[in-house]
Nanobody
Framework: QVQLVESGGGLVQPGGSLRLSCAASGNIFSIGFMGWHRQAPGKQRELVATITYGGSTNYADSVKGRFTISRDNAKNTVYLQMNSLKPEDTAVYYC???????????????WGQGTQVTVSS
C-alpha cells in the first residue's frame, strides 16, 4: 500500500505565506511526477504545479511567480511554497504522485487526502 499525507495548510491573511508538504510512504519502488492540485468550493479541481524526478517544474498561470514546487527525493516528499497569497487561492490542496510499487509494475497515480488553505483577513 502507498500513502500520501499532506500537511501545512491553515488560515493566513492576504499577502501571507504557507508551505505545504506531502510525504509518500509505503511500498514504493520509484516515484516519477509529483504535483499539487486544488479545488475551491463549487469549482472543478485544477492543476497548480508539477515537478519531475529531475526537478523540472510547471505552473498554472494563476500561481506563476508566487508559488514554488520542490521535492526531496530521499524523503519521498514534495513541497509547495506559497507566497503573496490571495483570497482566490482558498481551496483544498491535494498532492499526487506517479509511483511504481515494484520493478515490473505500471505507474499508479496516488493522491493525498487534501489540506485546507484559507486566505482571509
Amino acid at each position: 500500500q502507498v500513502q500520501l499525507v499532506e500537511s501545512g495548510g491553515g488560515l493566513v491573511q492576504p499577502g501571507g505565506s504557507l508551505r505545504l508538504s506531502c510525504a509518500a510512504s509505503g511500498n514504493i519502488f520509484s516515484i516519477g511526477f509529483m504535483g499539487w492540485h486544488r479545488q475551491a468550493p463549487g469549482k472543478q479541481r485544477e492543476l497548480v504545479a508539477t515537478i519531475t524526478y529531475g526537478g523540472s517544474t510547471n505552473y498554472a498561470d494563476s500561481v506563476k511567480g508566487r508559488f514554488t514546487i520542490s521535492r526531496d527525493n530521499a524523503k519521498n516528499t514534495v513541497y509547495l511554497q506559497m507566497n503573496s497569497l490571495k483570497p482566490e487561492d482558498t481551496a483544498v490542496y491535494y498532492c499526487d504522485a506517479m509511483i511504481k510499487t515494484g520493478r515490473g509494475t505500471f505507474w499508479g497515480d496516488y493522491w493525498g487526502q487534501g489540506t485546507q488553505v484559507t486566505v482571509s483577513s
